[in-house]
């Protein structure tokens, strides 16, 4: 089972490391399949969470744990990102106001 956990874990680093490049070059595409490979795949580490307890996990598993931690929060970050010059680009063209306005300092809280 600990074989099964390690190959779930390198696969979802993979595919975040895979969504980070799809997101720095704007590939929808990518992005979609990225999104479906780690829908696929937090099913799979649902079922290891459900049937393992946390103190079983070797260090190797917690290292790519936070690993992927770390990489779907900076990939969360970078959608937000872009999703605000999004909506700015858009209302800059409509002359329309924003729906909702990102706090100042935003970016930096985020990191908190």
């Given at each position: ?82 999703a605000a ?28």
């Open positions: 089972m600990a074989s099964s956990l390690h190959e779930a874990l390198r696969q979802m680093l993979a595919v975040l490391e895979q969504e980070r490049q799809a997101l720095a070059g704007l590939d929808l595409d990518a992005i979609v399949g990225t999104t479906r490979d780690k829908d696929r795949l937090c099913g799979t580490l649902e079922h290891f969470g459900e049937t393992l307890a946390e103190p079983e996990l070797d260090d190797d598993c917690r290292s790519m744990l936070d690993a992927a931690r770390r990489l779907n929060e900076v990939n969360r970050q970078v959608r937000n990102i872009i010059n999004v909506s700015r680009r858009l209302n800059a063209l409509t002359g329309s106001p924003q729906l909702y306005r990102i706090p100042k300092g935003y970016a930096s809280m985020v990191g908190r």
